[in-house]
């Protein structure tokens, strides 16, 4: 009986030589992480007791969702993780200057790689599925542990293959939107994994991939991972990589679901407000719609050609009066080529405003909170009731074409009008 991705990488680690759906397993981690959060709200937890931790070497530090600190409290949080890494011999930490949100800093310093396990301490970490790599979040007891011991416990889960065709038909449909479709048409996949085959991967642009596979931990998949492709080669030999250990899955490999999917079928879509699964629709379901603030950024999509692009549809025009327009890069060397390139030069020039690299609206902690009655559509991850602000406010997520559309006539509005298609 062959195995699926997740399954030869869970193996692997556990030093077994095959694994089916329901097997428990103590594996190895290759890479543990996490973010400033940890220190600063993860109250339970009091790592200045941790004496010892597995190995140095694999931990990775970073300060993303509060920088630079807007509260007293945040500063605080930075303090003690300063501390942690010194005291620890930790040298993967990214301080503020050299940051980025933790899924594309995963991805830009190497550490997200084909075949590896990866731990992390946010939820949103099966976005290093885009790497061929099978990767989860964890919380903050779990975390502590995978740090101290190098390890832990995963059970298999069963998987869902999305087999996908073809090519988006247009520059306006990218991969937030297949997502976004995903989560509309089929609803929740808890305890499953979601892997993703068939020749349209080709046709999906790294980025796209990260947008698709950070999305999944909001139809709660556990992994959720793409095929090391040339593409996705090509791209790891230009980060550095000298050695790809790619994971394919096997030709007889046991899916608990196969779907097909056109991506030339595809339109814009919008997640409604307050949850994603089975809460999705095509953008013109609500064009019209009033908003009053739009975001382009995150771990979903802040990277450059999603700046590119939300430049190339404002540029020379002008965002409308009624809307804050606000990029915010997903980490600092995004933020530098895309000033390089003119696009924050062009998208400023339009009217919106450019943030440092960071989680801060997203989570809804600073750089672009709601209040009472407003709506944002944003291209963030979320939008439970008061994710980014008021409990009165709402939020529709999308893709960066739908939302530099939108900001620029203050109302939904379906991008293809502005890039053909």
């Known amino acids: 009986m062959g195995m699926t991705m997740s399954e030869k990488i869970l193996a692997r680690h556990a030093g077994v030589p095959a694994v089916k759906a329901g097997d428990i397993l103590t594996c190895q981690v290759d890479v543990a992480a996490c973010h400033d959060m940890f220190f600063t709200v993860a109250g339970q937890i009091d790592f200045e007791k941790v004496n010892k931790i597995a190995d140095p070497d694999k931990c990775v530090v970073l300060l993303d969702h509060a920088v630079p600190a807007p509260t007293a409290k945040d500063a605080h949080g930075a303090v003690k993780a300063r501390a942690f890494v010194k005291k620890h011999g930790i040298k993967n930490f990214y301080d503020v200057g050299e940051h980025g949100v ?37 919380g903050p007891a779990e975390m502590m542990y995978v740090w101290c011991k190098g390890e832990t416990w995963y059970q298999v889960s069963p998987t869902i293959l999305y087999r996908l065709h ?8 990218t991969g937030k939107d297949l997502f976004l479709y995903i989560a509309g048409v089929y609803g929740d996949a808890t305890n499953m994994n979601v892997e993703f085959g068939g020749e349209g991967v080709g ?12 999305m999944c931990a909001e139809i709660n998949a556990e992994f959720a991972i793409f095929p090391c492709d040339d593409l996705l080669r090509d791209f790891l030999k230009e980060r550095g990589d000298q050695t790809i250990d790619a994971v394919d899955p096997d030709p007889d490999a046991v899916y ?18 307050h949850y994603i699964p089975k809460n999705c629709c095509p953008v013109t379901d609500v064009e019209g ?17 999603d700046i590119a692009l939300a430049a190339s549809i404002v540029k ?58 407003e709506r ?11 994710r980014m602000g008021d409990v009165d406010s709402e939020v529709l997520l999308c893709a960066p074409a739908t939302a530099a559309a939108s900001a620029l006539t203050g109302k939904i509005t379906d991008p293809r009008e502005f890039l053909g298609g």
């Open 102 to 138: 933790i899924h594309q800093l995963l991805v830009e310093k190497g550490f997200a790689a084909p075949g590896r396990l990866i731990a992390a301490g946010d939820s949103h970490t099966c976005a290093a599925g885009a790497m061929n790599a099978a990767a989860r979040g964890f």
């Open 166 to 173: 073809g090519k988006f038909a247009s520059q306006a449909v």
């Open 203 to 214: 046709n999906m642009t790294i980025p796209q991939r990260q947008s698709v596979a950070t």
């Open 256 to 273: 608990h679901d196969v779907r097909d999917i056109d991506l030339g079928k595809l339109t814009p879509y919008v997640a409604l407000p």
């Open 289 to 305: 719609t009033e908003i009053h603030q739009v975001l382009v950024g995150s771990c979903s999509n802040g990277r450059l050609e």
């Open 316 to 373: 020379g025009k002008r965002v409308a009066k009624n809307v804050r327009f606000i990029v915010t890069p997903a980490s600092q060397k995004v933020y530098l080529e895309a000033l390089k390139a003119g696009y924050l030069e062009t998208l400023v020039e339009a009217g919106a405003v450019v943030t440092n690299a960071t989680c801060g609206a997203c989570y809804g902690g600073h750089m672009g909170l709601l209040g009472p009655g």
């Open 376 to 386: 944002c559509l944003s291209t963030t991850t979320r939008n439970f009731k008061a």
